[in-house]
């Protein structure tokens, strides 16, 4: 009788280890790109979005600086970036707000926030609120913020003049695999006294509640993520772009921004791919007006009514860090 050779397939647990050590060497190959900017400020009424990388923001809403999920660092354990920081910690203004939208490393970064903690401090003499979701606070809560703020999907809050909505999103929460208890979201931020309203995602795979964010919210800016959507099985925690563009058109938001893209290498796609499927999907669908790709670093400035502003001059590059504070009115 012949004998019929059968090829064993590797445990899951060891494939996923293959992945992993193909990432952190690639993503050690490749030498650190990018130079930091100096942020533009937003001037009284207006909205401005600051790309510092990843799906790290400086939101300027309200009046009000606000960090969502600030990563600064150069290694997250054991993966590079790949990109430098938009702007750099000594750079920021006095941040009021910190929204973490779940407790994974590339988005809930301990060395980061201790630096914005510290900054602030010596900017203003105060330190910023924070908000996270439900089970995760136990890892800010001794940082020393000056407010913690806990939340679950579709809660409700008002602070510092401006009114935060936890979305849903299709993801997953835990830090250390084994503390399945954390819970993750989105945020929605408006300022109560009228202006442009923000939606960012957190991380997310395509799923329903784009379109309830859309019927309960209607935000005008979405901040969506493009990357780490390859191979196949990772869509079933993040969007491939064409689904981000699908969510972006189902929340009903008047511009679209990505994130997660560029920064860390988490897919197996190229890293450049995520962009420029991105832009075929908005060309083909007649919205490429309604995308803005930010380096990182940049600012989109948005009027009260929503229109776009022309740049600004960022902060003049001869002032210390010492004279900030004078230079965002807090001196």
């Known amino acids: 009788m012949k004998r019929v050779s ?14 992993l050590v193909r990432l952190v060497r690639e993503s050690h190959e490749q030498p650190i790109t990018g130079e930091p900017r100096l ?14 990388g990843h799906s790290s923001f400086l939101l300027q809403v309200g009046g009000k600086n606000i960090l969502v999920d600030p990563v600064f660092s150069t290694r997250l354990v ?32 301990k060395a980061s926030l201790r630096r914005v903690i510290r900054a602030t401090r010596r900017l203003r003499g105060t330190t910023p609120e924070v908000v996270v979701p439900n089970g ?38 835990a830090r250390m695999f084994r503390d399945m208890h954390r819970e993750y979201g989105g945020y929605f931020i408006a ?9 960012h995602s957190g991380d997310t795979a395509y799923f329903e509640g784009f379109s309830q964010v859309g019927e309960r919210l209607r935000p005008d800016v979405a901040l969506l993520p493009i990357g780490a959507y390859f191979p196949d099985t990772y869509r079933t925690v ?34 450049e791919e995520p962009v420029e499927r991105l832009n075929a999907d908005a060309s083909r669908l007649g919205i490429t ?42 001196g």
């Open 6 to 19: 059968v090829r064993r397939r590797r445990p899951f647990k060891i494939q996923k280890l293959e992945q």
């Open 238 to 271: 993040h969007t491939s772009p064409e689904e981000a563009v699908r969510g972006f058109m189902e929340c009903g938001a008047k511009w679209m921004i990505p994130m997660h893209f560029g920064t860390f290498r988490l897919g197996r796609e190229p890293m």
């Open 78 to 109: 054991v993966l590079r970036r790949q990109r430098a920081p938009g702007v750099m910690v000594r750079d920021l203004p006095p941040i009021d707000l910190v929204l973490l939208t779940h407790a994974h490393m590339d988005h809930l970064d």
């Open 289 to 330: 007006d309604k995308v803005r790709v930010l380096t990182e670093g940049e600012t989109m400035l948005l009027s009260r009514e929503g229109s776009v502003m022309a740049a600004r001059p960022a902060i003049n590059e001869r002032e210390s860090s010492s004279s900030l504070a004078a230079s965002y009115g807090h």
């Open 136 to 173: 995760v606070e136990d890892l800010v809560q001794w940082m020393g913020f000056e407010k913690l703020h806990v939340m679950s999907w579709w809660n409700e809050i008002e602070t510092l003049g401006l009114k935060i909505v936890m979305t849903p999103c299709k993801h997953w929460g």
């Open 191 to 199: 300022p109560t006294d009228g202006g442009q309203t923000v939606y």
């Open 39 to 52: 942020p533009e400020i937003a001037e009284a009424g207006e909205t401005g979005i600051t790309f510092l």
